[in-house]
């Protein structure tokens, strides 16, 4: 009988050690290499081809799935879903990349309520978001007031994160809502400091350009707009979050033989 049960556990084990492993081997291996897989992320992020773009991004979602209750993880998860979102065609894509980057984000205020990066991913996918939606709609569901509501806690509680991309998203915000939200002079000191802290951001020379075009300052946006203009179309991302700068130098260019 003592040698009947020490076979069954035997036979057992054989039967299902290999499919306990392969459950088993996620949790084990996210403790050991989420830091790794982060880090291969941002390398691939870092180059100019849109495939390595891809495997960057999958290499940070594959990273939070290894060790999901990590903040920093859950911070690049919040990165990865934007820039899904940003590199997708379709409005239901960007939809689907904006609702999961605002769930992620959700977690990230609730458990860290003093770092500024849970209130700066919920302002980037609220706005990704309303970009998908009615205007109409987004208006009604409160979706400006929470863009300026968190890009403000985002700013006040670091303003410096991701070189100044609060002070950008914020002075994006105040250009581009209508009356009585649209406040030029408001747009123009957050952008003037996202340009401080990040003066190679097309996106930064761009939407100060336009917010300058706005307050009928030509001179200075044609300066900007021509150096915007003369930075490559295949510019990588980077540590602070940067979108895909292609579509911003296209638009620099753009405006600039219309200023001519």
């Not at 100019?48 to 939070?64: M, N, Q, T, V």
């Not at 930075?231 to 260019?253: D, E, I, W, Y």
Request: charged content about 25%; glycine content about 6%.
């Amino acid at each position: 009988m003592k040698w009947t049960r020490v076979w069954m556990v035997v036979g057992v084990t054989f039967l299902v050690g290999p499919t306990w492993e392969l459950q088993a081997k996620p949790n084990n291996e996210g403790w050991a290499t989420w830091k790794k897989l982060l880090s291969q992320g941002t390398a691939m992020l870092a180059k100019k081809e849109k495939r390595h773009h891809y495997a960057g991004i999958r290499s940070l979602l594959r990273a939070h799935r290894l060790a999901p209750q990590r903040r920093e993880t859950l911070v690049e998860a919040c990165r990865a879903y934007m820039l899904l979102g940003l590199l997708s065609k379709k409005k239901a894509q960007k939809a689907k990349w904006s609702q999961r980057g605002r769930v992620l984000a959700k977690t990230l205020m609730r458990r860290w309520p003093k770092r500024a990066e849970g209130y700066y991913w919920s302002a980037v996918h609220i706005g990704m978001y309303a970009n998908t939606t009615n205007p109409l709609a987004a208006l009604f569901q409160g979706v400006p007031g929470k863009i300026e509501a968190f890009g403000n806690k985002a700013v006040k509680l670091n303003s410096k994160l991701y070189k100044g991309g609060a002070h950008r998203l914020l002075g994006r915000y105040y250009y581009k809502m209508p009356w009585p939200k649209k406040d030029l002079k408001r747009s123009l000191r957050h952008l003037q400091t996202s340009y401080r802290l990040d003066r190679s951001n097309a996106f930064s020379l761009l939407f100060l350009a336009e917010t300058l075009l706005g307050l009928k300052q030509k001179n200075k946006a044609r300066r900007l707009l021509r150096r915007c203009s003369r930075m490559p179309l295949t510019t990588p991302l980077n540590h602070s979050g940067r979108a895909p700068q292609r579509s911003a130098v296209l638009r620099c260019r753009k405006a600039l033989s219309r200023l001519r």
